[in-house]
C-alpha cells in the first residue's frame, strides 16, 4: 500500500471521527439541558417539544452544514488523485493539512473564533484546489 494511500485513508478516518463527534456534541447539549425540538424525542424525557434548539446545537448544526460542502469533495478529489497515483508527497501533505484545517475550523467555529474560522476554512479550500492542479497534471501528462 502506498503511502499516499496510506495518509489519505488516515485522514479519511479522522474526518468521520470529527465528524462523528460534532453529532456527539449536539446530543450532549441537548440531553444535558433535556432540551429537544422534535416531540417524539421530547417525549421520550416526558417534556414538552421545544420552539427552538440551543444555541450550541445550532452552531454544531452549521458546522455540520459546512462539512457537508468541503469533505465529500475532498473524499472525492483526494481519492482521484491516490486512484490516479499522483505525486505522493503533495498527496500526503494536501490529505493531511486538509484534514488539520478542518479539525481546526471545527473548533475554531464551535468557539465563535474568527478570523481563525474563515483561515481553516481557507486553507482546506487551497488544499482542494491543489488536488485538482494534482488530478489535471496526472491526467494531462
Known amino acids: 500500500m502506498s503511502s499516499a494511500l496510506q495518509a489519505y485513508a488516515l485522514c479519511v478516518v479522522v474526518l ?3 465528524t462523528f463527534l460534532v453529532s456527539c456534541y449536539q ?3 441537548r440531553l444535558r439541558f433535556v432540551a429537544f425540538t422534535n416531540p417524539e ?4 424525557f416526558r ?3 421545544q420552539a427552538v434548539e440551543r444555541p450550541q446545537v445550532i452552531r454544531a448544526a452549521k458546522v455540520w452544514a459546512n462539512d457537508l460542502e ?3 469533495m475532498f473524499f472525492a478529489l483526494g481519492g482521484l488523485a ?3 497515483e499522483a505525486a505522493t508527497l503533495p498527496v500526503l501533505w494536501l490529505s493531511v493539512v486538509f484534514t488539520v484545517a478542518r479539525v ?3 473548533l475554531a467555529y464551535l468557539r465563535g473564533l474568527q478570523p481563525w474560522r474563515t483561515l481553516f476554512y481557507g486553507i482546506g479550500v487551497i488544499c482542494l484546489l491543489g488536488f485538482c492542479l494534482l488530478i489535471t497534471a496526472r491526467i494531462g501528462g
Open 41 to 44: 424525542d421530547a417525549a421520550v
Open 104 to 106: 481546526l475550523h471545527t
Open 27 to 29: 446530543g450532549y447539549h
Open 82 to 84: 491516490v486512484a490516479l
Open 70 to 72: 468541503n469533505i465529500p
Open 47 to 49: 417534556r414538552i417539544a
Open 16 to 18: 468521520f471521527l470529527k
